[in-house]
């Protein structure tokens, strides 16, 4: 057993998931702040951005990155920063004997999260990535799955897209060719749209399942945002995927502007079995508002630091106002922290600890293999 409240040490500032994150994790009484900490050599305006995190939080900022990470309080380490950074701070932590809270990509290189598995697997330590299977669609999926009533799964589709940005502005006459064995994924302005969305897919395909992927025939494309195509990045990808034992199933992910959706975008599950079918969406049951008041509007301008809107902060500067002609209503479930915390309290792994972000890591590089390609990557 560990004792409570667990010391919680958070890697990068601002203008990252650990915006969220921190707070998240801090909100628990069973977990402590104990500061915020990154590496020596970084610019100017990441370690403004870290420091205004810890101000807000009323943290110290510990510059010292490898004293921090050693100190006594610390049990548990958030991890958030650039994922070309990520693989040594990621190493030295479990090294340390700390557990992992990680964000969703583990590394930018399928060696690099490789080997920091290993390296968490040889200090037994406890890791978490962050994941969407605790929303009220993917419980549903689970309970079904579980309880047989669909008879044997044949197939499984995840349509998921994210409803943020500034739309229309791709050219659409300059198709883009993927090229195989990206080493970069984000950009201040665009990401890789497949391990930033479709991502959560392809973790919630193993956690329904039990199973790893075993090929993939992909295509990537942009449609929306000039930003994509200028840093060769797609916007929009389709993955037609093999899990172990011949279970057919398939992603598409991408991001589609503001505009496209009156709640955060498309999220539609469709499990499919031998005695029947089913399709949940992430967006049902709401209670839908029909009102007089001035619709919802997409800010006027992109955030220059932030035009994707991917970051709580920017947007919250940007003027970009929380949409409210849909609520969610249904069960509330424990938030992805919570159950995090939950299996340091009982000393018992996650069910979505390191080792499936980093497969799901392989698969995304698998993707974008068969878009250059166009052949169908075997894992």
């Not at 969220?20 to 050599?41: F, H, P, S, V």
């Not at 510990?62 to 040594?88: G, Q, Y």
């Not at 659409?172 to 201040?188: D, N, W, Y």
């Not at 329904?208 to 945002?225: E, I, K, M, P, Q």
Request: with cysteine; proline share 4%; charged share 25%.
């Amino acid at each position: 057993m560990m004792s409570e409240p667990f010391g919680l040490l958070i890697v990068t500032g601002n203008q990252t998931h650990q915006e969220n994150y921190a707070r998240a994790l801090a909100a628990d009484a069973r977990c402590r702040l104990i500061g915020l900490t990154d590496e020596t050599q970084i610019s100017d305006r990441r370690r403004e951005l870290n420091q205004t995190l810890a101000d807000e939080l009323r943290i110290p900022y510990l510059t010292d990155f490898d004293a921090a990470i050693r100190r006594d309080d610390v049990l548990l380490v958030s991890i958030c920063s650039d994922p070309e950074r990520r693989e040594a701070m990621t190493i030295a932590c479990a090294r340390a004997g700390k557990h992992l809270y990680l964000d969703k990509d583990p590394a930018p290189t399928v060696d690099a999260a490789r080997r920091i598995g290993a390296a968490i697997r040889d200090a037994g330590v406890l890791s978490q990535s962050f994941s969407m299977v605790r929303v009220p669609a993917a419980q549903r999926a689970k309970q079904l799955v579980q309880s047989g009533e669909l008879g044997d799964l044949i197939g499984l589709h995840c349509d998921i897209t994210f409803a943020k940005g500034l739309a229309g502005t791709a050219d659409l006459s300059r198709p883009r060719q993927e090229k195989a064995g990206p080493t970069r994924f984000s950009f201040i302005d665009s990401k890789r749209e497949f391990l930033c969305v479709g991502y959560y897919g392809l973790i919630l395909m193993q956690w329904l399942t039990g199973r790893r992927f075993s090929g993939v025939d992909a295509t990537t494309c942009n449609y929306f945002f000039a930003e994509h195509q200028r840093n060769d990045v797609e916007d929009f990808a389709c993955a037609l995927l093999t899990l172990e034992g011949g279970l057919e199933a398939e992603v598409t992910a991408g991001r589609c502007g503001w505009m496209s959706s009156r709640a955060f975008g498309q999220h539609d599950i469709r499990i499919i079995g031998t005695h029947g079918s089913v399709t949940i969406d992430a967006n049902q049951p709401r209670l839908e508002v029909l009102c007089d008041q001035t619709p919802w509007q997409q800010p006027a301008s992109a955030h220059p630091e932030d035009p994707m809107g991917f970051w709580t902060s920017t947007q919250k500067a940007g003027g970009v106002a929380t949409k409210a002609d849909w609520f969610a209503i249904g069960p509330t479930l424990r938030n992805d922290f919570a159950c995090f915390l939950d299996c340091l309290s009982k000393g018992r792994p996650s069910d979505v600890p390191a080792d499936m972000a980093i497969h799901a890591l392989e698969v995304v590089h698998a993707v974008y293999e068969s878009a250059a390609t166009g052949k169908r990557c075997e894992l």
